[in-house]
């Protein structure tokens, strides 16, 4: 439903029935590499060695490499001595350590003699050991020197499917181990997997594609008149269309725009809405659950097409969402029918195998074709519905994609689509077929896998299929088999004649890999084919029309690797000294924060479990040792996007929680207090509750101690707002961005004539004296905000014009009128306030060109000289170099007292997300952008004190089907 032609036999066939700059110190694009010095000091007898040659210290401890240059450096102690761990730009007790030179480096190395004790983990199983102080992290580190007599707490996590079973060695049990290091230990962790059991859960129909005027080609007038016409299609039309549909949950997946969940229509107390797109310019793909636009930029030079498609996956894994190839007969498929380059890509949780506008056989073979070559994800559908005037043959929930969840809760819905555990039909009202998959490997006659799993089974191990089908007499349904549908690879045929019925069928586990899928066919209309006019009206389709589908059950000797034509290259390995604080293996941690206070380190994140969303505390101390993770909402399954600050002994911690369920969505702002450092809590406090929604909050202090809050909110027919409070001061929330702030409703001939400039994304900071910095971005400037370009005019692809406001409060005061930040032709978003040591406010923000996709966000920085009150200095870009995409910054103040700013970058030479970091001196300005590497990708950056926590995949087993992503803290060069 792309094209106007196809649009129009459709309906037919429906009536019959500022300039950047770049930092100093950025190689000439066109000249020779920038140099980058390295230098190296030792403190005690070892040895440091660097790969490549130059650097032998002791003797010779510097050496010049070419700017981007790969440098390793060993440690070897000497006799007698031991290597205690790095200091500068490294940072563990690894000796090996890995360097990316785009800025001159220094880096320390520690040795002492041997009067420590080692510590050495074994360990059984899928898990994880640390140890409070730092040092295990086993996994990665399991082996470590601790001072003789100190005293070391080691706890274990299971992996997700795994329970811990217990210690050996020089610990017994299964509660935490204790150890006195008064001489070497050795000690044993042992995991085993979870018994058997069959699923829990049930069956949630949903639809994973669904457009509304907020595309910009939303509806028919639009499509009419080139993406400027009038609108007639509503968010809470397709809304109301799918409750009418019998869903139970559906994404608005609007084209390049996440600018639908800022409309005071985006509502419902029928449907549980879930965040949603349809990124990317080509291929398009829809993240679901993401926290903001996934933007697709451009390419980084000397990378394939498909690198851009890669690492806009991996940006949405970082958010916990849902990846969705869309329409893959159109985007990854070559003239002649075979995939395209973008077949490369791995970790794609679903793929779109029926979509509504679509040629859902080619989407089907698509699929198939990459099962065979070892992807696993499972096929979804969607309506692709942007037409009121298609409801009847191809509304919201036609098809409709069923997730099995074991509640229904938005973050159970996207593990049971990340699981791949699904099955689709026509829709969800009592018409189509419904069938079911499952399989039973150990003969225990419990059948603990069903279509989306993985099974894992020797050669030659004897199983049995069940298939249910219900509600399909007169149809057949088919079992297929790799090699496929396409290949004619049958392995039974059915032609049901009671409403249900059960088959059992005998398999075995072979050599190689294999997969099983059950499909119906029979009466019915199953897709309008927008690529293939006369397939619409060919008659044999009528009779022969999918009615539901299974995903596969994937059945191998082991876990299945993709096999692409073009391989990702193989991530960067080394130590960069990151110690893991939240997260399991195999399951999502992230959003992480930072406050550093008084030697203390505080730090918060949220974590998911089943079904749920968590937010979780830890304190460590100077000595490095960490404290257990404390869950700062244990009554809750749905926290998140936790924030905290500490002065002295205060720590205060924010978050949004949806405490009274999803269906409507009604999240609030909580708040947790401790006096003590963190050692013990106060009750929690609910800040903002009403019929709306109340989001992201942060959270700041006052040099008096009094909390300084803000958050975005919207109720019914109004816009987005950023509210602000003190406590203890303000009796009420003020609403911040209310003014100078027009809006209105709709009016009866165009969906598009509503206008509720939204305000999102705060952020605070707070100078010595208390005064206060606001910030947030803000689209009231675009000639049509939350739409994607103008009614009768402008470029129908444009993105909204956000710029970043500013408003300022002295202690004693009220807030200010705005300052802002940005230019008309460019998105700026995401800003970061921070006050330096000379009282002057600095402010960066990500900004992009005003293209739906394609360019590629930059980092621009700007600095007031008078608190706040206007901005003197230009915008200009940090980082220096346009061709990289860099996005979310976040500021903190070094030990030192100086600025510094973290974001995430792509412009590794593993394509993989890393930390940038930069450092503002007021006397200097801003240093060059340095690119922290370390394995995985890494993402979502906070830092305090001198110290960086964020987000990495880097302990993850699998490129695809593996959510793990966990958080770490390290010291920062």
Not at 94 to 119: E, G
Not at 381 to 402: C, I, K, Y
Not at 656 to 664: C, I, K, L, S, T
Not at 784 to 810: A, K, Y
Request: proline share 5%.
């Amino acid at each position: 439903m792309r094209h106007l032609l196809a649009l129009a036999l459709a309906l037919l066939l429906a009536a019959c029935s500022n300039s950047p700059s770049g930092d100093s110190g950025q190689p000439d694009p066109g000249g020779e590499p920038s140099r980058r010095a390295l230098t190296v000091g030792v403190e005690g007898q070892g040895q440091v060695v660097s790969a490549p040659a130059g650097i032998v210290c002791g003797s010779d401890c510097s050496e010049s490499y070419a700017d981007g240059a790969v440098v390793s450096l060993t440690a070897s102690p000497e006799s007698g001595q031991s290597f205690l761990g790095w200091g500068g730009a490294c940072a563990g007790s690894k000796p090996l350590c890995t360097l990316v030179l785009h800025a001159d480096t220094a880096v320390s190395a520690r040795f002492s003699n041997n009067s420590a004790q080692v510590l050495k983990l074994g360990r059984e199983g899928q898990g994880s050991v640390s140890s409070d102080l730092p040092g295990i992290d086993c996994g990665t580190h399991c082996e470590a020197s601790f001072a003789t007599d100190s005293e070391v707490a080691l706890s274990a996590e299971a992996a997700a499917g795994w329970q811990f079973a217990g210690w050996s060695g020089d610990c017994s049990g299964s509660t935490d181990c204790r150890l006195s290091m008064n001489a070497a230990r050795n000690v044993g962790a042992r995991f085993t997997t979870l018994p058997t059991a069959a699923p829990q859960g049930g069956w949630l129909a949903g639809d994973m594609h669904v457009h509304t005027d907020h595309s910009a080609d939303g509806s028919l007038p639009r499509q009419l008149l080139d993406g400027r016409g009038a609108g007639n299609v509503s968010v809470s039309d397709q809304i109301g269309q799918g409750a009418r549909a019998g869903l139970d949950w559906m994404p608005i997946t609007d084209h390049r725009t996440y600018d639908q969940h800022y409309d005071p229509l985006w509502t419902s107390d029928q449907l549980l809405l879930i965040p949603g797109e349809e990124a990317n310019g080509s291929p398009h793909a829809n993240p679901i659950g993401a926290v903001d636009w996934v933007v697709q930029g451009a390419n980084y030079p000397g990378r394939p097409g498909w690198a851009v498609l890669q690492t806009s996956i991996w940006d949405a894994h970082s958010q916990g969402a849902v990846w969705s190839h869309n329409h893959p007969d159109d985007g990854h498929l070559n003239d002649d029918g075979t995939p395209n380059e973008r077949a490369n890509a791995i970790g794609a949780d679903v793929i779109e195998i029926w979509n509504r506008g679509s040629g859902i056989e080619a989407e089907l073979k698509y699929a198939e074709g990459l099962w065979n070559a070892g992807y696993r994800f499972s096929g979804v559908g969607g309506s692709d519905n942007h037409f009121r005037e298609l409801w009847l043959l191809a509304g919201p929930g036609q098809p409709a994609t069923q997730a099995f969840a074991g509640e229904a809760s938005e973050r159970a819905i996207l593990q049971g689509l990340q699981r791949g555990r699904v099955y689709l039909n026509g829709g969800n009202n009592g018409l189509f077929p419904s069938l079911s998959l499952e399989a039973d490997l150990d003969g225990d006659g419990v059948y603990e896998a069903m279509a989306g799993d993985e099974l894992v089974a020797a050669s030659g191990s004897a199983g049995k299929l069940r298939l249910r089908i219900q509600n399909a007499i007169g149809s057949t349904v088919t079992l297929y088999r790799n090699p496929g549908k396409n290949a004619g690879a049958v392995v039974a045929s059915y032609t049901p004649f009671q409403l249900e019925q059960i088959h059992e069928i005998d398999i075995q586990a072979e050599d190689g890999q294999s997969w099983y899928y059950a499909e119906a066919r029979g009466l019915g209309f199953d897709s309008l084919n927008t690529n293939d006019i006369a397939s619409i009206f060919n008659p044999v389709r009528l009779v022969d029309a999918r009615q539901a589908i299974t995903a596969p059950i994937f059945i191998g000797p082991s876990l299945a690797s993709p096999q692409p034509a073009e391989a990702i290259p193989t991530e960067i390995a080394g130590d960069d000294g990151g110690r893991r604080l939240f997260g399991s293996l195999g399951r999502f941690a992230g959003f992480p924060d930072l406050a550093v206070s008084e030697g203390l380190r505080h730090l918060v994140a949220e974590v998911h479990e089943e079904g749920s969303t968590k937010v979780m505390y830890r304190r460590v101390a100077a000595d490095g040792r960490a404290g257990p993770a404390f869950d700062l909402a244990p009554e809750s399954r749905s926290a998140r996007f936790p924030r905290i600050t500490a002065l002295g002994e205060e720590v205060w911690v924010v978050w949004q929680d949806e405490r009274a369920g999803q269906v409507p969505r009604r999240p609030a702002v909580y708040l947790r207090h401790s006096s003590d450092g963190g050692l013990s809590w106060q009750a929690e406090q609910v800040i903002r509750s009403f019929a709306g929604r109340a989001e992201r909050p942060v959270i700041a202090l006052r040099p008096d101690g009094k909390p300084v809050l803000a958050w975005q909110e919207i109720r019914a027919a109004e816009p987005m707002d950023v509210f602000a409070q003190v406590l203890g001061l303000d009796a009420e929330p003020v609403n911040v961005s209310r003014i100078g702030k027009s809006f209105q409703a709709a009016n009866l001939f165009d969906s598009r004539s509503a206008i509720y400039p939204a305000s999102v994304w705060p952020t605070l900071a707070v100078r010595a004296d208390g005064r206060i910095a606001l910030a947030y971005h803000d689209n009231r400037s675009d000639a049509d905000p939350l739409w994607t370009g103008q009614t009768l005019s402008g470029d129908s692809s444009d993105v909204d014009n956000w710029q970043i406001r500013i408003h300022t409060r002295d202690a004693d005061g009220d807030w200010s009128e705005a300052a802002s930040l940005g230019a008309d032709d460019r998105a700026d978003r995401h800003a970061a306030l921070a006050y330096a040591g000379d009282g002057s406010l600095i402010c960066v923000w990500d900004s992009k060109a005003l293209d739906a996709a394609g360019a590629n966000l930059s980092i621009r920085h700007a600095r007031s000289s008078d608190g706040g009150t206007s901005f003197l200095t230009g915008e200009t870009l940090l980082g220096g170099e346009e061709q990289a995409f860099s996005q979310y910054p976040r500021l903190g103040l070094d030990a030192d007292g100086r600025v510094r700013a973290v974001w995430t970058d792509n412009r590794s030479a593993d394509w993989r997300w890393k930390t940038m970091t930069a450092v503002f001196d007021p006397g200097q300005g801003w240093s060059g952008g340095t690119l922290l590497t370390g394995p995985g990708n890494n993402t979502w950056a906070a830092t305090s004190g001198g110290e960086l926590l964020f987000a990495s995949s880097r302990n993850g087993q699998r490129l695809q089907r593996d959510p793990t992503q966990q958080v770490f803290l390290r010291p920062l060069p």
